[in-house]
């Protein structure tokens, strides 16, 4: 392979990174967003569920389990 080959096969590897590159971070873009999207929706039926009632209240004092009792 002479000089100029290894030029334009570098070139192209760097093309290709490139473009791969690009990909992911559409990729990501596109897991971002769909993230977000779930969890708007999710915070919006929970905030029809509480306006509707739909919810328990939990308190400190009776919330809690010693780790012991877990298994029994």
Excluded: W
């Excluded at 334009?8 to 999207?37: G, I, P, T």
């Excluded at 306006?51 to 308190?59: L, M």
């Amino acid at each position: 392979m002479n000089n100029q080959q290894k030029v334009v096969k570098s070139f192209h590897d760097a093309s290709a990174c490139q473009e791969m590159m690009d990909r992911l971070e559409r990729a990501e873009e596109e897991l971002r967003q769909l993230k977000l999207e779930t969890l708007q929706r999710d915070i919006a039926i929970a905030a029809e569920q509480l306006k509707n009632g739909e919810y328990t209240e939990y308190h400190a004092d009776n919330c809690y389990k010693p780790a012991k009792s877990y298994g029994r």
